[in-house]
């Protein structure tokens, strides 16, 4: 089987979420392909989808270094190494991911996520508040910056922020 058959199985099975079936094929292609950032991207993704962030945290760290210009890439790593439990080179890899694209609701929020396991509460709301703003109804932001206000023990503003997240959803 060709390697572009191999890879295009693969990302069939992928897009079927069988990722254990995408795992093994994105694998063998990668062993004619070892630099193919897109099979390691999603390579990753399947792993992460199977609930295996150790594993994948390799793959995307070669992704990472093969390709320095993909906002997904960063965000992806520090959602895998938040999983695994390892909050400051999650916070590296979320600023990386919003340098490249700022506009990014979801890196905003990721970021004040690991400030508040840092108890960075400050900065944590003004990361919420940047993800509020490119996105208003995001209740997962708004329910994160309330967190971050009870932990300053400004509870009335944190009521109306969980408030507010509920009236999202």
Same mark, same amino acid.
């Given at each position: 089987?060709?390697?572009?058959?191999?890879?295009?199985?693969?990302?069939?099975?992928?897009?079927?979420?069988?990722?254990?079936?995408?795992?093994?094929?994105?694998?063998? %292609?990668?062993?004619?392909?070892?630099?193919?950032?897109?099979?390691?991207?999603? &390579?990753?993704?399947?792993?992460?989808?199977?609930?295996?962030?150790?594993?994948?945290?390799? %793959?995307?760290?070669?992704?990472?270094?093969?390709?320095?210009?993909?906002?997904?890439? %960063?965000?992806?790593?520090?959602?895998?190494?938040?999983? &695994?439990? *390892?909050?400051?080179?999650?916070?590296?890899? %979320?600023?990386?991911?919003?340098?490249?694209?700022?506009?990014?609701?979801?890196?905003?929020?990721?970021?004040?996520?690991?400030?508040?396991? &840092?108890?960075?509460?400050?900065?944590?709301?003004?990361?919420?508040?940047?993800?509020?703003?490119?996105?208003?109804?995001?209740?997962?932001?708004?329910?994160?910056?309330?967190?971050?206000?009870?932990?300053?023990?400004?509870?009335?503003?944190?009521?109306?922020?969980?408030? *507010?997240? &509920?009236?999202?959803?």
């Amino acid at each position: 089987m060709s390697p572009e058959k191999v890879f295009r199985d693969a990302l069939s099975a992928f897009n079927v979420r069988r990722y254990d079936d995408a795992e093994r094929l994105f694998k063998k %292609f990668l062993k004619s392909q070892p630099r193919h950032v897109g099979a390691l991207n999603l &390579l990753t993704l399947a792993l992460m989808g199977m609930q295996r962030f150790a594993e994948a945290e390799e %793959f995307i760290a070669r992704a990472v270094k093969l390709h320095q210009g993909s906002d997904a890439s %960063f965000h992806n790593y520090g959602i895998i190494l938040k999983a &695994l439990n *390892k909050p400051k080179q999650a916070l590296e890899q %979320f600023t990386n991911a919003l340098r490249l694209n700022s506009k990014a609701a979801e890196s905003w929020n990721n970021r004040g996520t690991i400030y508040n396991e &840092l108890k960075l509460y400050e900065k944590a709301i003004a990361d919420f508040d940047q993800a509020i703003s490119l996105s208003p109804n995001y209740a997962g932001a708004i329910a994160n910056k309330g967190k971050s206000l009870s932990e300053l023990k400004l509870h009335a503003e944190a009521l109306n922020a969980y408030d *507010k997240a &509920l009236s999202r959803r």
